[in-house]
Antibody, heavy 123, light 107 residues
Framework: QVQLLQSGAEVKRPGASVKVSCKTS????????IHWVRQAPGQGLEWMGRINPESGGTNTARQFQGRLTMTGDTSITTAFMELSRLKPDDTAIYYC????????????????WGQGSLVTVSS | SYVLTQPPSVSVAPGNTARITCGGNNIGSKTVIWYQQKPGQAPVVAINYHTDRPSGIPERFSGSNSGNTAALTITRVEAGDEADYYCQVWDSDNYWVFGGGTKLTVL
């Protein structure tokens, strides 16, 4: 079955960067987008961006432009999300999730999701 | 920016019907996706591509969408339905947009 397995928890100082990985299996890595969504403690879901692993093309939410880098390594079917210049309010669980190329963006859904990676930013 | 508005909480007795709304400007022209998130777990899709239910989601779950309001309706609510529910649409300016989430409490 399709699975997305994320890297473990991280603790970072303000101003640092964090890189989270998302290892995929059970489908062709280059047949679907990988999205990144975060959830601050006790808060809702916030879409950050997506990457096309086949082309490397990305779309990024306005509030993360300039700080968010998304990449993919087809040889290990793994996507990566790097967030720079971290602030305490970047403390959140970061999720990766898949959407299919075959479904137009206007109709697309995120499924499945990884288990989440907790990133804590604290001095 | 496109905003989706959900009530923070909905409470319902077991066996009754829960209706969770999601408001947005002309949301009836968009596809609305619903996610269920139980404590400590990642979200899962409850309703996709207009009103389809993914496998594993009971027939008790259904979606509707018209005008400025979309809704997730859960009939014959069970204790296991207690979760946070999020609506999501795609917007040409903001890409994937989530509502603020609704906590469903089964009394």
């Amino acid at each position: 079955q399709v699975q997305l397995l994320q890297s473990g928890a991280e603790v970072k100082r303000p101003g640092a960067s964090v890189k989270v990985s998302c290892k995929t299996s059970g489908y062709t890595f280059t047949d679907a987008y990988i999205h990144w969504v975060r959830q601050a403690p006790g808060q809702g879901l916030e879409w950050m961006g997506r990457i096309n692993p086949e082309s490397g093309g990305t779309n990024t939410a306005r509030q993360f432009q300039g700080r968010l880098t998304m990449t993919g390594d087809t040889s290990i079917t793994t996507a990566f999300m790097e967030l720079s210049r971290l602030k305490p309010d970047d403390t959140a669980i970061y999720y990766c999730a898949r959407s299919l190329f075959s479904v137009p963006a206007t109709d697309s859904w995120l499924d499945p999701w990884g288990q989440g990676s907790l990133v804590t930013v604290s001095s | 920016s496109y905003v989706l508005t959900q009530p923070p909480s909905v409470s319902v007795a077991p066996g009754n019907t829960a209706r969770i709304t999601c408001g947005g400007n002309n949301i009836g022209s968009k596809t609305v996706i619903w996610y269920q998130q139980k404590p400590g777990q990642a979200p899962v899709v409850a309703i996709n591509y207009h009103t389809d239910r993914p496998s594993g989601i009971p027939e008790r779950f259904s979606g509707s969408n018209s005008g400025n309001t979309a809704a997730l309706t859960i009939t014959r609510v069970e204790a296991g339905d207690e979760a946070d529910y999020y609506c999501q649409v795609w917007d040409s300016d903001n890409y994937w947009v989530f509502g603020g989430g609704t906590k469903l409490t089964v009394l």
